[in-house]
């Protein structure tokens, strides 16, 4: 934008300046003569047109983009979630299960839940939703009783602000109250969240390793089968 700016300037500055030439020329001659006059009478240089017509081109490649950036920026962006995942830490007797639903209009939504030994430590409410030309996290967390964090405990708004198309998406939250970072990834398979925590300075990073769960299909009985 800074190089649109100062093409732009450049190309205004020479413009005004010759308009101004052209204003103190007693002949009055008309633009379309003034422009076929020669240097000297302060006609744009072949350097203005360029400048202008690269500034025409960016603007029309940058409009050109919109469809793309829309694509970027929405649920189809990050279908590679959709599924039931599953993290298993044997270590710290620690299971964490996220399941996230199909998209459906401009929305998806998701919980996630966090198991150590035989209790419920941690239960999360979550949707991916599109609007303002965005795609935006919202997160709700809950203890295994389901009693709600407080509200400034909470992060707020998460949005989209950059990934790979079908295989990555970063998040950051809006409010720098409680600065978090999000990042889901598929690789080899497996589902990547890694979570950042950002307080005065300090980050503190939490990663976990998903694996799709797949489920045996279920046989509908039909009339006639007993």
Sequence with gaps: MF???LVASAAG???TMNLNNRKSNKDSRSFLNWCRGPASAGRPTALTFRLVWIVLAEISLM???LP????FFSTRSVKFMEGEWISHDKEKDEIAQE?????????????CRHVHGEDTTLLELMTLKQKNGGLYLQIKHFDGNLKPWSENKESGECKMVSGKHGSKAVFESV????HLRITYELKD???????EVIKKGETKKFEFEYRKEKHPSIQKNTPGDN
């Design 189 to 195: 398979q497996n589902l990547i969240a890694m979570v």
């Design 63 to 65: 409009q050109w983009d």
């Design 3 to 5: 190089f649109l700016w």
């Design 175 to 178: 409010s720098k109250k409680n």
């Design 68 to 71: 793309a950036h829309a694509e």
């Design 99 to 111: 399941i996230w639903s199909s998209a459906q209009g401009d929305s998806m939504a998701g919980v």
């Design 13 to 15: 500055e020479n413009l």
